[in-house]
C-alpha cells in the first residue's frame, strides 16, 4: 500500500487541501455553523483541531469553492459568497511580559489596516483600531464581517503562574475583546476558539448571543474522530497495523479506542479518539503517549498541590455542570482546569440528580497523568536513576511478591521528607499511584467499594490480594483478606491466589512487616 498523507500538525485547511493530505471531513458542522448563527466559543483540549475547525470557516467565508470539492458541503452550499475575513491566531507566541500580548495584537490590527484602509486620527489605542478595521471592511466590501479568534485564552494560561501578568492580560483582553460587541451591526459570523472559559474575561457576558458549542450535543464530534470516521478514513492504515503486528483487526481496534478514545463533551453526544495521538499511531503503528508528551502545564501540578486534592477521587467524581464547566483560577476549585485542559471528561450523567461522572478518557491520559505527578508526591522521577513502574510489574509476572514489596519499600525510603506530611491519606496516594500505574503492564483493582482489599493485581499465573495497615499489623492485615472473603472470587479461576498482609508503619514512613498466605 503506498503510504498516504496523514495531517499531523497541519492546522491550514486550505494547505491540506492542496497538498492532497487526508482529510476528516467536518464541512457539514461547518455549513451548519454559518446557517444556524452568528457569535460562538468552542473550547476543547489543546491539539484537539480547534486551528483546523478556524481555518476551514476561514475556506469557506473567503469562497474558496474549490478547496471543498468532494466534502459534504459541496452539496450544501450553493451560493459560495466572499466575505472579509479577520483572523487572529494567538497560538504560537509566548507572552512573557504585557509588551508580548500588545505586540501580536497590534501586529495584527496593521494587517487588517494595511488590507481595507489605516485608522483615522481619533483611533489611538488598539480597541479602537480594531472596530475601526472591522467597519472599514465592512465599508469597502459591502458585506458583514467575520471575525475568527483562535485560541483566544493562551496569553492567560501562559500567566497563569504569575498573578500580575494575568491582571494585565486580562485588562488588555478584557478591552479588546469587548469590540465585538460594539461591532455587532458590522458583523456576521463570530467564533472563539480555546482551552477554557474563563468566566472573568467580559466576552462572555458581553456577548448576550454568544452560544457556547463546548457543551452542546450536536457538536460533540465537531473536532476528534469518531469510530466511524475513523473507519471510514483510516482503515488501510489500521489493517496495515494489524498485519504487522501479527494479530487480528479487532485486537488492534480494541488497543486504539484503550489508549485515545473516551473522550465525550456531551452525555448525549459521540465518543471521540484524540485526533493528534490517533494520526501519530497510524504513522508509526506504535502506541505511545503521543499528545501527553507534547506538554502538560506544570501549573496544573502547583494548583493540585495547593487544593491538597485526594488523586484517588478524580477518576469517577461525581458533580454539577457548573463545578466543571466555569473557569476561574481557584486553589480550592482544580477541577475546572483538570476537566477543560483535557484530563477528565464526561462519563455519564443522571438527568433526574443533574449530576455528571468525570474520568480519565482513556489509559494515555490516566497514565500520563499519573506518571506527570509523580514527581509533586514521591520526588521520584520516571527514567534512569529513577521510577521504573515496569521493574514492580515484572517481579509480580514472575510470582515474586517479596521482591515486589522490597522494591516498594527501597521506593518509599527515597521519599524526601519534606514531600510527606505524615498524613494517612499522603501514603494512601501514593499506593494508589503505584498501583494504577501497574495497569499499563497487568490487570489491576483497586478498592471502590465496602467489601474490598486495597489492591487486587492480577498475572497469567497469579492474583495477589493486598491489604495494607497504617500501624496495625501484617497478621491483622492478612485475617482481614481471610475473614471477609476478599480472594474467594478467584479462588476457582486456576490461577494461584496469594493474600498479601502488609504493615505500615506512620512513624517510620514505610513498610514493615508482610506475610503472605
Excluded at 515496569?390 to 517479596?402: M, N, P, Y
Aim: net charge negative; glycine share 8%.
Amino acid at each position: 500500500m503506498a503510504l498516504r498523507k496523514l495531517p499531523i500538525g497541519i492546522q491550514d485547511f486550505p494547505s491540506l487541501r492542496e497538498d492532497g493530505y487526508l482529510y476528516v471531513d467536518k464541512t457539514a458542522f461547518v455549513h451548519r455553523l454559518a446557517t444556524e448563527g452568528r457569535v460562538y466559543f468552542l473550547s476543547r483540549p489543546r491539539r484537539f483541531g480547534k486551528s483546523l475547525l478556524s481555518s476551514t470557516l476561514g475556506a469557506y467565508f473567503e469562497g474558496r469553492k474549490e478547496l471543498f470539492k468532494g466534502l459534504a458541503i459541496e452539496q450544501l452550499e450553493q451560493d459560495w459568497i466572499e466575505y472579509p475575513v479577520l483572523r487572529l491566531d494567538l497560538n504560537a507566541e509566548k507572552y512573557d511580559t504585557p509588551e508580548a500580548l500588545l505586540a501580536i495584537l497590534n501586529s495584527h490590527v496593521c494587517r487588517w489596516e494595511e488590507r481595507f484602509g489605516m485608522p483615522k486620527a481619533d483611533e489611538d489605542t488598539l480597541s479602537r483600531r480594531f472596530l475601526g478595521a472591522i467597519q472599514r471592511a465592512r465599508e469597502k466590501t459591502g458585506r458583514r464581517v467575520i471575525v475568527l479568534v483562535d485560541e483566544y485564552d493562551k496569553p492567560l494560561l501562559q500567566a497563569i503562574g504569575c498573578p500580575e501578568l494575568l491582571e494585565e492580560y486580562k485588562k488588555t483582553i478584557k478591552a479588546f475583546y469587548g469590540v465585538l460587541k460594539s461591532a455587532d451591526a458590522h458583523l456576521k459570523f463570530v467564533l472563539l476558539t480555546g482551552v477554557t472559559k474563563f468566566g472573568q474575561v467580559s466576552v462572555f457576558s458581553d456577548l448576550n448571543q454568544l452560544t457556547d458549542l463546548s457543551v452542546e450535543a450536536d457538536y460533540s464530534a465537531v473536532c476528534g474522530i469518531t469510530e466511524p470516521e475513523l473507519l471510514e478514513n483510516f482503515l488501510p492504515e489500521l489493517e496495515k497495523i494489524a498485519s504487522k503486528r501479527g494479530v487480528p483487526f479487532e485486537r488492534v481496534l480494541a488497543d486504539v479506542r484503550k489508549m485515545y478514545n473516551g473522550y465525550r463533551f456531551h452525555p448525549g453526544g459521540p465518543s471521540v479518539f484524540n485526533p493528534f495521538s490517533t494520526l501519530n499511531l497510524l504513522r508509526t503503528g506504535e502506541l505511545r503517549d503521543y499528545w501527553f508528551q507534547t506538554g502538560t502545564p506544570t501549573f496544573l501540578v502547583e494548583l493540585l498541590k495547593e487544593a491538597d486534592s485526594d488523586l484517588r477521587e478524580l477518576d469517577g467524581i461525581e458533580v454539577e455542570a457548573s463545578e466543571f464547566s466555569d473557569y476561574r483560577l481557584d486553589a480550592n476549585r482544580p477541577l475546572p482546569v483538570i476537566y477543560q485542559s483535557g484530563y477528565l471528561t464526561i462519563q455519564d450523567y443522571d438527568p433526574d440528580l443533574g449530576l455528571y461522572r468525570l474520568g480519565y478518557p482513556n489509559d494515555e491520559v490516566k497514565n500520563g497523568f499519573l506518571n506527570f505527578l509523580l514527581p509533586s508526591f514521591t520526588g521520584a522521577e520516571n527514567g534512569r536513576g529513577g521510577f521504573h513502574i515496569a521493574k514492580f510489574s515484572q517481579e509480580l509476572r514472575a510470582g515474586d511478591v517479596d521482591a515486589f514489596l522490597t522494591r516498594l519499600r527501597a521506593f518509599f525510603e527515597k521519599i524526601p521528607y519534606d514531600l510527606s506530611d505524615r498524613t494517612e491519606r499522603h501514603y494512601q496516594v501514593v499506593f494508589y499511584l503505584v498501583f494504577t500505574l501497574l495497569g499499563q503492564f497487568l490487570q489491576t483493582e483497586l478498592k471502590s467499594a465496602k467489601g474490598r482489599a486495597d489492591a487486587v493485581v492480577q498475572t497469567e499465573t497469579h492474583v495477589f490480594v493486598f491489604e495494607f495497615k497504617l500501624n496495625g499489623t501484617a497478621e491483622e492485615a492478612l485475617a482481614q483478606i481471610e475473614d471477609r472473603g476478599y480472594a474467594v472470587s478467584w479462588h476457582a479461576d486456576g490461577r494461584t491466589v496469594v493474600k498479601v498482609g502488609v504493615e505500615f508503619d506512620k512513624v517510620e514512613r514505610n513498610l514493615g512487616r508482610w506475610l503472605t498466605a
